[in-house]
């Protein structure tokens, strides 16, 4: 705790944006506790077999262990849809893109560059083939497919406008399943390197947005803590509550303190 303290005070005498940043992390909950997390995360039991997912008009074909998108996910895929995530004309990352849907609809929208990243050459297999069949080569659209553990397979000397992560940063293990494990529970180690390779790689535009996905049943109020450290600023786009349970799902949108 002291060390965050004395972050938060160089923060906050370096940049005056430090204490709204502040501000909005304390009004955020707290993580629940163990054993609700592990109940509210228990893996389908399809996972491992062939299926079928269906995105407005578009069909993707799942292997197996590769996840199904859920209502979070579909925060970001229907935000770039609509164009309240703004890709057209930019370089996007999508970051853990899984099957793929926002690189699908990020090439339907006109994207300069959608670079879609996955750590699971299943899942990047996947959504090549669903890219390929859907958007196609489109003129004016550069797609970069690539198996990597977050941005290490991205060329050095890329920088994008928008990136995208919905990670798989909940607190508890909630499966020995090696695919429920990289699709659900990393916890918050991912999202620590996440932050410090785009610092450390510059790999944001000055003026660009990160479009990032956090709920109680991480960290959250860690993850933003370092999101918040590390120079980002958060504005909350998008607060999800759900009538079943105490889940509190949060859409940030992170920007460079330079760009608030």
């Known amino acids: 705790m002291g060390e965050q303290n004395r972050t938060r005070t160089a923060l906050s005498a370096d940049d005056p944006t430090a204490d709204r940043a502040w501000a909005l992390h304390e009004t955020l909950p707290h993580t629940l506790p163990a054993a609700e997390i592990i109940a509210l995360n228990t893996p389908k039991a399809d996972l491992h077999t062939w299926r079928t997912y269906a995105y407005r008009e578009w069909t993707f074909e799942m292997p197996p262990g590769v996840f199904t998108p859920g209502e979070t996910s579909r925060m970001i895929h229907d935000r770039i849809l609509d164009g309240t995530i703004p890709?057209?004309?930019?370089?996007?990352?999508?970051?853990?893109?899984?099957?793929?849907?926002?690189?699908?609809?990020?090439?339907?929208?006109?994207?300069?560059?959608?670079?879609?990243?996955?750590?699971?050459?299943?899942?990047?297999?996947?959504?090549?083939?669903?890219?390929?069949?859907?958007?196609?080569?489109?003129?004016?659209?550069l797609f970069h497919p690539w198996v990597s553990d977050l941005f290490e397979s991205v060329p050095d000397g890329a920088q994008f406008d928008v990136i995208t992560f919905n990670p798989p940063a909940v607190r508890e293990t909630v499966s020995e399943d090696p695919a429920?494990?990289?699709?659900?529970?990393?916890?918050?180690?991912i999202v620590r390197q996440f932050f410090d390779q785009i610092v450390q790689r510059d790999l944001l535009v000055d003026?660009?947005?990160?479009?990032?996905?956090?709920?109680?049943?991480?960290?959250?109020?860690?993850?933003?803590?370092?999101?918040?450290?590390?120079?980002?600023?958060?504005?909350?786009?998008?607060?999800?509550?759900?009538n079943t349970d105490d889940v509190q799902t949060f859409l940030f949108k992170l920007r460079r303190s330079a760009a608030v």
């Open 207 to 242: 003026d660009g947005e990160i479009y990032f996905i956090v709920s109680n049943t991480s960290e959250l109020r860690n993850i933003v803590a370092y999101a918040i450290t590390s120079g980002f600023f958060p504005e909350v786009m998008h607060h999800q509550t759900w």
């Open 180 to 189: 429920v494990v990289r699709n659900v529970c990393v916890g918050i180690g």
């Open 87 to 141: 890709v057209g004309g930019r370089s996007y990352a999508a970051m853990g893109v899984g099957l793929g849907v926002e690189a699908v609809v990020a090439g339907l929208r006109g994207a300069k560059e959608v670079h879609a990243v996955d750590i699971d050459p299943e899942s990047v297999r996947a959504m090549t083939e669903a890219y390929e069949r859907i958007v196609g080569d489109k003129p004016g659209t």
